[in-house]
């Protein structure tokens, strides 16, 4: 049988600290997302006063829909180079 060897955990106060390290961190993280928070609603807030906001939204609605029957136009191509790449494969093992 195997001698067990003696093992010594030495436990620091090093976690500590970088524990309270870690916890003042992520406290400063979170008074930046509340920071970042206010001024985001504040400027929603400006955008929706001054009417900002209406006249944004309909150029991108329409650059959606132009995206949009781009996207359907190339998934047509590609719809249609899958079917050529299928019936090729087909007629190469109807060939086999």
Do not use: W
Not at 18 to 40: F, H
Not at 71 to 88: C, F, H, I, P, T
């Amino acid at each position: 049988m195997a001698k067990k060897e003696k093992i010594d955990i030495v436990r620091s106060k090093d976690f500590s600290s970088v524990d309270d390290e870690l916890a003042a961190a992520l406290a400063q993280l979170d008074e930046a997302n509340v920071r970042v928070t206010e001024v985001l609603d504040s400027e929603k807030l400006d955008a929706l006063l001054n009417g900002a906001a209406e006249s944004d939204s309909a150029p991108v609605a329409e650059e959606t829909t132009a995206e949009k029957e781009g996207e359907s136009e190339k998934n047509e191509e590609l719809k249609g180079d899958s079917v050529q790449q299928q019936e090729e494969t087909q007629a190469q093992s109807d060939e086999a």
